[in-house]
Structures are given as C-alpha cells and as structure tokens.
C-alpha cells in the first residue's frame, strides 16, 4: 500500500532553516504531482506547495512564498521543503499527500511537527 | 486566492441523523471541489473529489453535490466512526485553499 513518511521536524529559533523530507513508496512516484499542507495547534489545514511530476513547475502559498523551496528526487522516490526565515507562524504538523490526474491529495503521510520558538 | 467558507463551524448530531454541510466558493471553481475527514491526531483522509466521486474505499453513505460556487457534503445516515472535523477543498487553481473546517460532534 501507499506509504508516505515524513520527517526532519523539531524545534528551530525563529529566522533559522529547517529542510523537511517524504520518502514515498508503493506508487510510481516520478508520475505524481507531489504537496506540503500544515495544520498549526489545534487550526485547519492551510496548503502549502506543489511540485509537479518532473520537477519542472512548483507553486507556493502567500504565506510562505520566498521563503520556502519545494524540490523532489525521482530517483529516490523523496520529497523536501526548504524552510528558511522561518516565523512562529510556521508552527505546524507539515504532511505531504500525493495528487494524480483529478484526484487531489489522496495519501498522505502521518505528518511531521515544526515549532518555531526562541 | 479563492476563499472558501464552510458551514456550520460544528454541528451535534445523533448516530442515524443526516448530516449536510455547505462549502461556499468566493468565485466559480467548476467541479474542482474535494472534501476531508480527519479525526484527532491523524492526517486527513479524502473522501470525496470533484464535487461528487467517492474515493474507493470510502461508504456510499457520503456523497457530495453542487456546482460553481455552492457546495454540499452529505452523510444520509451518521455513524459512530464519523465524528470529525470535515474540510472542503479548492483544486481548481493555485494555490490551493481548504474551508475552516466542520467539526461534527456526538449529541
């Protein structure tokens, strides 16, 4: 079955970098747009990036856009976020969820915790 | 970016009630609309895309409707399992947005 593991998540001082990580296996990763979507403490679920199958087009959300990079290594079934500049805001479970065709975010990982805190 | 509204916020039902929630579009998004169940701790699950496509797996008893705009996600007979947060989704353009979500809790 599909299995999507995040990880790379902590605790990290405000205006810091953290790179988070999804290894994706059981589906053929290379032919998948893959997504980040947060979820702050006790909040709703905010998206956060794309990036399509082959790498070539990414999309971010306002409010990390600048700041956040979303890259894939087809090679190694892996997805990462580059977190930079990173805010209290950004305080977050971060999950990854794959999407393909006109199935939006149809697995998901069980989600990585980021607490930004001085 | 597009915003979507949800309501109600929460709702109390008892096992056997049907149970409607709304998703309201602040521009026509065709069919581009899914929707999510995630329970405590856990990470969401798809129920339903493209308004009204039940994802395998999910009971018949879930079914979505709607067009452009206006949006419904309807449990016809709720069970225990279902209590939940319900969160509607745009994916008809980037960036993506989620409604503020529907908690769904025992009467």
């Known amino acids: 079955q599909v299995q999507l593991v995040e990880s790379g998540g902590g605790v990290v001082q405000p205006g810091k970098s953290l790179r988070l990580s999804c290894a994706a296996s059981s589906f053929t990763f290379s032919t998948y747009a893959m997504h980040w979507v947060r979820q702050a403490p006790a909040k709703g679920l905010e998206w956060v990036a794309v990036?399509?199958?082959?790498?070539?087009?990414?999309y971010y959300a306002d409010s990390v856009k600048g700041r956040f990079t979303i890259s894939r290594d087809n090679s190694k079934n892996t997805l990462h976020l580059l977190m930079n500049s990173l805010k209290p805001e950004d305080t977050s479970v971060y999950y990854c969820?794959?999407?393909?065709?006109?199935?939006?975010?149809?697995?998901w990982g069980q989600g990585t915790l980021v607490t930004v805190s001085s | 970016a597009i915003q979507m509204t949800q309501s109600p916020s929460s709702l109390s039902a008892s096992v056997g009630d049907r149970v409607i929630i709304t998703c309201r579009a602040s521009?026509?998004?065709?069919?581009?609309l899914a929707w999510y169940q995630q329970k405590p701790g856990k990470a969401p699950k798809l129920l339903i895309y493209?308004?009204?496509s039940l994802q395998s797996g999910v009971p018949s008893r879930f079914s979505g409707s709607g067009s452009g705009t206006d949006f419904t996600l309807t449990i016809s007979s709720l069970q225990p399992e279902d209590f939940a947060t319900y969160y509607c989704?745009?994916?008809?353009?980037?960036?993506?947005?989620f409604g503020q979500g529907t908690k769904v809790e025992i009467k």
């Open positions: 969820a794959n999407a393909f065709g006109v199935v939006p975010l149809s697995d």
């Open positions: 521009q026509g998004i065709g069919n581009d």
């Open positions: 990036i399509s199958s082959n790498g070539n087009n990414k």
């Open positions: 989704l745009q994916d008809y353009i980037y960036p993506w947005t």
């Open positions: 493209t308004v009204s």
